[in-house]
């Protein structure tokens, strides 16, 4: 039986599937640039448009996350994000991006992106979940 007059709180946002969607696309853009960096490195100047286009995917993930209310979990998680890439890309300007520090770059870069899916995947399993009832 539901609970005529009850109402529900929602503590974080709904689930976004353009989120989960760009950030499964830049991880495997990340991934993808890493595992060639690692079998062949190469100098910063040959994958500047990698960090550009990180850079607007994630400036675009970040907008979304803002624009939807209850959502600063996921807009912190971006940020956390950002942050990671702005790091990355200063290390291989200096040529600190070699074989040596990749898996450790990918390993902490791939908990990030675990971390927003989780989250995502969370928020999609609880708009699926029956409403709460209560019995008289």
């Known amino acids: 039986m539901t609970c005529d007059g ?3 709180v929602q503590l974080v946002a ?4 353009k989120i989960d969607d760009g950030v499964t696309d830049l991880q495997k853009k990340t991934d993808t640039l890493l595992v060639k960096l690692e079998r062949q490195p190469e100098p910063y ?3 500047t448009g990698f960090y550009d286009d990180a850079k607007v995917q994630l400036s675009l993930l ?31 300007k200096k040529g600190n ?7 450790g770059v990918q390993d902490a870069l791939d908990r990030q992106f675990t971390s927003i899916l989780k989250l995502e995947e969370a928020k999609k399993r609880a708009e699926k979940a029956p409403a709460a009832t209560k019995s008289s």
């Open 14 to 17: 709904d689930y976004n599937k």
């Open 62 to 92: 970040k907008t979304r996350a803002d624009a939807i209310a209850l959502n600063s979990l996921t807009s912190s998680q971006i940020d956390l994000l950002k942050s990671s890439f702005t790091e990355m890309e200063a290390n291989d």
């Open 6 to 8: 009850c109402t529900s």
């Open 97 to 103: 991006l070699d074989r040596d520090t990749i898996p």
């Open 45 to 47: 100047s040959k994958h």
